[in-house]
């Protein structure tokens, strides 16, 4: 099969599909920027077509539905790059879990994909590289015709999904650098929870964190520790670290991951230590494998949680920034996991100590965790274990974990709260 550059391979792949179709586009760090340039180039490419995808709030800022005046988005993530066309009506935010979401593309009507693949190998096959999560889907259904953006920059990890060439309809090539994600300067508070979280975590156990601050702030208190494991949907650099500590098992497939989002640095290892397995979303996020990992560590981040333990993790000043994501996934999977613990870390407050993210009720009608499903919250004041507790003793936990300025005003609002029930 002849490998075109992206925009004689878009067209032609366009003239292929219905006026008005649906296209799957790949986020994460297998996100085709090659493409995007050449919708950009030629936009009429983007007209009457609907974008299917989960692109990551930070991490994909393209907004799909700006690439013609009657382009649509659908999308499991709100971010500020989807803002405008969000409130303009063509982006419709779908509220999934990703096993959830995994389903939907399963299912939903879909008339081609565009996904970035690795160059192939000796035997004609490409890989998935560091970007597996929800492509998986979309290649296990025959009937959906495929372009496949082969990225020389693209790893190839030694573990992880490949295709026949023959599965895809078109190939175009690129040597476009990767996404990088880079590690960020880290508040007092952040290092404080990660005191916490660390003495929650004992050797041999298996770890899940959410991309992010936490998970940075978390990995660099673990470096005493032995025969970690990981299964999680993203990994970035701060895991790097712990490799080379001697924290993480030696053993093949120690590091169970969907994304890996990072610097060249993460995408060259990743390529060549046997300890890293890239799986798609029914493997990194189902119940049943979840439910299968013993002594299971979810460790994860949230806005706000109130007095119940319900946990708000996509709203910010009553606007939609995210989406549901994987954590009620996770924060399930380790309720079920033998032995297993979900930690939902977040500073006591924001805006310079001003506000207090424990708050008596959510501000939103949206909440992203039932209270059932909250298990122990940690901020930099201290741990709140909620597990099997009563209605009061959990608001009494939460409070005692609060800044200490908005402690005895949380306990005047319980109180209030109690009296109306």
Same mark, same amino acid.
């Given at each position: 099969?002849?490998?075109? $550059?992206?925009?004689?391979? /878009?067209? %032609?792949?366009?003239?292929?599909?219905p006026?008005?179709?649906?296209?799957?586009?790949?986020?994460?760090?297998?996100e085709?920027?090659?493409?995007?340039?050449?919708?950009?180039?030629?936009?009429? /490419?983007?007209?009457?077509?609907?974008?299917?995808?989960?692109w990551?709030?930070?991490?994909? %800022?393209?907004?799909?539905?700006s690439?013609?005046?009657?382009?649509?988005?659908?999308?499991?993530?709100?971010?500020?790059?989807?803002?405008?066309?969000?409130?303009?009506?063509?982006?419709?935010l779908?509220?999934?879990?990703?096993s959830?979401?995994?389903?939907?593309?399963?299912?939903?009507r879909?008339d081609g994909?565009?996904?970035?693949?690795?160059?192939?190998?000796?035997?004609?096959?490409?890989?998935?590289?560091?970007?597996?999560? *929800?492509?998986?889907?979309?290649?296990?259904?025959?009937?959906i015709?495929?372009?496949?953006?082969?990225?020389?920059?693209?790893?190839?990890p030694l573990?992880?999904?490949?295709?026949? @060439?023959?599965?895809?309809?078109?190939?175009?090539?690129?040597?476009? =650098?990767?996404?990088?994600?880079?590690?960020?300067?880290?508040?007092?508070?952040?290092?404080? @929870?990660?005191?916490h979280?660390s003495g929650?975590?004992?050797?041999?156990?298996t770890?899940?964190?959410?991309?992010?601050?936490?998970?940075?702030?978390? /990995?660099?208190?673990?470096?005493?520790?032995r025969?970690?494991r990981?299964?999680?949907?993203?990994?970035?650099?701060?895991?790097l670290?712990?490799?080379?500590?001697?924290?993480i098992? +030696?053993d093949?497939?120690?590091?169970?991951?969907?994304?890996?989002?990072?610097?060249?640095?993460?995408?060259e290892r990743?390529?060549?230590?046997?300890?890293?397995?890239?799986?798609s979303?029914?493997?990194?996020?189902?119940?049943?494998?979840?439910?299968a990992? =013993?002594?299971f560590?979810?460790?994860?981040?949230?806005?706000e949680?109130?007095?119940?333990?319900?946990?708000?993790?996509?709203?910010?000043?009553g606007?939609?920034?995210?989406? +549901?994501?994987?954590?009620?996934? *996770?924060?399930?999977?380790?309720?079920?996991? =033998?032995?297993?613990r979900?930690?939902?870390?977040?500073?006591?407050?924001t805006?310079?100590?001003?506000? %207090?993210?424990i708050?008596?009720?959510?501000?939103?009608?949206i909440?992203?965790?039932?209270?059932a499903d909250?298990?122990?919250?940690i901020?930099?004041?201290?741990?709140?274990?909620?597990?099997?507790?009563?209605? !009061?003793a959990?608001a009494?936990?939460?409070?005692?974990?609060?800044? =200490?300025?908005f402690? $005895?005003?949380?306990? !005047?609002?319980?109180?209030a709260?109690?009296?109306?029930?």
């Amino acid at each position: 099969m002849p490998h075109l $550059d992206p925009l004689q391979a /878009l067209t %032609s792949f366009r003239a292929s599909l219905p006026s008005a179709a649906r296209l799957y586009v790949a986020g994460g760090s297998g996100e085709p920027a090659a493409i995007v340039d050449a919708f950009r180039t030629k936009p009429d /490419l983007a007209a009457h077509i609907t974008f299917i995808g989960a692109w990551i709030p930070g991490i994909n %800022s393209v907004d799909w539905a700006s690439l013609a005046p009657d382009a649509r988005m659908e999308t499991i993530f709100m971010s500020g790059a989807f803002r405008a066309s969000f409130e303009a009506g063509r982006t419709a935010l779908m509220p999934f879990s990703y096993s959830r979401a995994w389903s939907w593309l399963q299912q939903t009507r879909l008339d081609g994909a565009v996904i970035m693949v690795s160059p192939p190998d000796a035997d004609g096959r490409v890989s998935l590289g560091v970007s597996v999560d *929800f492509s998986e889907a979309i290649l296990g259904r025959p009937d959906i015709p495929v372009l496949g953006l082969i990225n020389h920059n693209m790893p190839r990890p030694l573990d992880g999904p490949s295709f026949p @060439i023959s599965r895809f309809a078109i190939m175009a090539e690129t040597t476009t =650098p990767l996404i990088e994600l880079q590690p960020t300067k880290l508040s007092p508070a952040l290092h404080d @929870i990660a005191t916490h979280i660390s003495g929650q975590i004992s050797d041999a156990d298996t770890l899940q964190f959410g991309l992010g601050t936490v998970q940075q702030a978390v /990995l660099a208190h673990l470096k005493s520790h032995r025969d970690l494991r990981i299964h999680t949907g993203m990994v970035s650099d701060p895991l790097l670290d712990l490799l080379d500590a001697g924290s993480i098992s +030696t053993d093949a497939g120690a590091v169970v991951t969907g994304v890996a989002l990072g610097t060249p640095r993460l995408y060259e290892r990743v390529s060549s230590d046997t300890r890293f397995q890239f799986r798609s979303v029914p493997h990194t996020h189902g119940l049943d494998a979840l439910s299968a990992l =013993p002594n299971f560590r979810a460790i994860n981040s949230a806005v706000e949680i109130d007095l119940f333990g319900q946990i708000n993790a996509e709203f910010m000043n009553g606007q939609q920034i995210s989406g +549901t994501g994987g954590l009620a996934d *996770f924060l399930r999977g380790a309720a079920n996991a =033998p032995d297993g613990r979900s930690i939902v870390a977040l500073p006591a407050t924001t805006k310079g100590g001003r506000v %207090s993210r424990i708050v008596p009720c959510l501000n939103t009608n949206i909440t992203t965790v039932s209270r059932a499903d909250t298990d122990t919250v940690i901020t930099e004041f201290g741990i709140a274990n909620l597990k099997y507790k009563s209605l !009061d003793a959990r608001a009494t936990a939460l409070i005692d974990i609060a800044a =200490p300025d908005f402690r $005895d005003q949380l306990s !005047d609002q319980w109180d209030a709260i109690r009296r109306t029930m």
